[in-house]
Every structure is written in C-alpha cells, then in structure tokens.
C-alpha cells in the first residue's frame, strides 16, 4: 500500500522549463495556493481592522490598502508554489520572454487597466464611495478592481469604468478631500425690476434652503447684463454631492416661486422689430416695374 502511494506521489507528469513536474510537487503547490489564498484574505481583513481602529481612516482607502496588501501576498504564494514544483522564476521568464512580448501587444489594454489600477490604489486619488464626474455623468463608485471601476449612475445604473480611463484622463473628483458641494441656480429678472429687491428676495430664499451647510454662506451675485434679461445666481453649499441633482432642482423651485410671490418678472428671451416705412426710399417701397400707379401718387382723370 505504501509502495503504491509512493510510486503514484513520484510519478512524472509533464516538463516545464526543463524542470520535471511529479504528482508530489504538484499536491504541494496547490497545498502551497490554497494557504495563500486564505492567507491573503485573513492579511485583508487584518489590515481593514487594524485602520479602522487605529488611525480611523477614510473607508475607501482603507479597502483599497487591503486590497493591494492582498494582491501582494497572493503574488508571494505564486512565487512559493512555482519555487516547490522546482521552476526558476528568473529562468522562466527568460525562456518566455518573447512569447511574453507578443502577447503584450494584444493584451496591450488589459496591461494597462492592470497597472493603472495597481497606480489607483497606491495614490489613493480615487476610492470606493467618492463621487466623480466621468464622461459626462455624475457616478458613485461602488468597488474598485485591479482591471475595472464599478460605479452607479443617479439613475440606480452600473457602469464598469476601466482604469485607464480614471489615470489617462481628467476626472472631476467631488469628495478627494472635501465632500461639500457649491450649487448654483441663474434666473433672469427684467430690467425693470427693482434689483436692490432682487438681491433681497434671493438672499432670502438662500436662506431658506435648509439642506444647506452653516459654513461657507450663501452667495448672491449679479453675473451678467443680458440681451433680454439681468441674470443673478444663487449658490449654496450642501453636505454631500450624492443627491446633488435633485436638491438643485429644489434650489431652482424655491427660486422661482420667491420672485413670483414678490412680483419680480422673470425675463426670457425676447426680440422687438421696427418698421420704419415712411423714411424708406421710394424705389424700395414700390418696385419699378409693377404696372399701375405708385401708392401715395395715383394720378385722377376727369371724365
């Protein structure tokens, strides 16, 4: 019984890198894989832990420190379990080096979604729960992986962002060190109006937009002398952007019901057109050759 088993743990299996691979040394490398793994997740969580008690840091961060912490030891046991089947790490790579750059140019973007996403968490610039401004739309990041960036839309929509995209580009990041936000409302009032009333009614409102923040105040400014209309914004500050898109669509409502309960006109575009035709020339008002006489010198015949 001892024999059989021992001949079926010295069994060779296949050649790698000039290195025979038997049954023994392939048990203990997975053996060497699977500790690795469930070492990785209880460094993870030990991490996790060990920043939120101590240094009670941001909680992005904190999984994002985790999670390369992780990444490094699984890297480890790779190394571990090709060192017990007997491989040259250094050798290997070498033997494989230009099978290794020609796949690199078709795996080209998924390298650089890797790097970049090993480049996120390191700076930390962006990380789970912050609010960003990509491509056009206002996200949340949900998780953050080594190749890709989940995050979900105001519209309870997933969008899978690839890292390369965060790192290449310009991203607008509204909680990196500070989660408040400036809203702004413009409105367009009529010349006519008594702008020292304006500025007191939109002061006013302001102060009535309760999900605002104590500190930075309200602002009410005169931005510009329009065709049509003098324009004012309102801005206020609030907590958190995450619900950004809905408070200013409540900054707007109260706006526009304060100056429509003080009698203050809300302008909009409008165009006045003048005729002038008594200075018009006389051969632009009648074209010469109409027949008939021209308006204003009909000649009369007596019968």
């Not at 008690?53 to 890297?75: I, N």
């Not at 379990?81 to 290997?92: C, D, E, K, Q, R």
């Not at 650089?112 to 609010?131: H, M, Y």
């Not at 790192?167 to 409105?187: C, E, G, H, K, Y």
Request: aromatic residues 8%; neutral net charge.
């Amino acid at each position: 019984m001892n024999s059989d088993f021992s001949k079926l743990m010295n069994m060779e299996l296949f050649p790698i890198a000039g290195q025979t691979i038997h049954v023994s040394s392939l048990v203990l490398a997975l053996v060497v894989l699977l500790l690795g793994w469930a070492l990785s997740r209880a460094v993870d969580w030990t991490v996790r832990r060990a920043l939120n008690r101590r240094l009670s840091a941001h909680e992005g961060g904190v999984r994002a420190t985790g999670r390369l912490v992780r990444y490094l030891v699984l890297a480890g046991t790779l190394a571990a379990a090709l060192n017990v089947l007997g491989i040259n790490i250094s050798s290997l790579f070498a033997a494989g080096a230009i099978f290794a750059v020609g796949i690199g140019f078709a795996m080209q973007n998924i390298a650089q979604n890797f790097v970049s996403g090993v480049i996120l968490l390191v700076e930390r610039s962006i990380k789970p729960g912050d609010v960003l401004h990509v491509e056009g739309r206002f996200v949340t990041v949900t998780h953050m992986g080594i190749r890709a960036t989940v995050a979900r839309t105001p519209d309870e929509e997933e969008i899978i962002i690839p890292n390369s995209s965060l790192v290449q580009s310009s991203v607008i990041n509204f909680t990196m060190s500070d989660p408040v936000l400036r809203l702004r409302a413009q409105v367009g009032v009529s010349y006519d109006s008594d702008m020292r009333q304006v500025r007191r009614v939109l002061e006013e409102c302001a102060a009535k937009f309760t999900p605002q923040v104590k500190d930075p105040e309200p602002v009410v400014v005169l931005l510009d002398f329009g065709d049509s209309a003098v324009v004012w914004e309102v801005s206020v500050y609030i907590p958190s952007p995450s619900n950004a898109f809905a408070l200013r669509g409540q900054l707007r409502e109260l706006v526009w019901f304060a100056l429509k309960d003080a009698h203050i006109t809300i302008a909009f575009p409008q165009l006045d057109v003048h005729f002038d035709g008594e200075r018009a020339p006389l051969s632009l008002a009648w074209p010469p050759d109409v027949a008939g006489p021209r308006p204003g010198n009909a000649s009369s015949s007596t019968p």
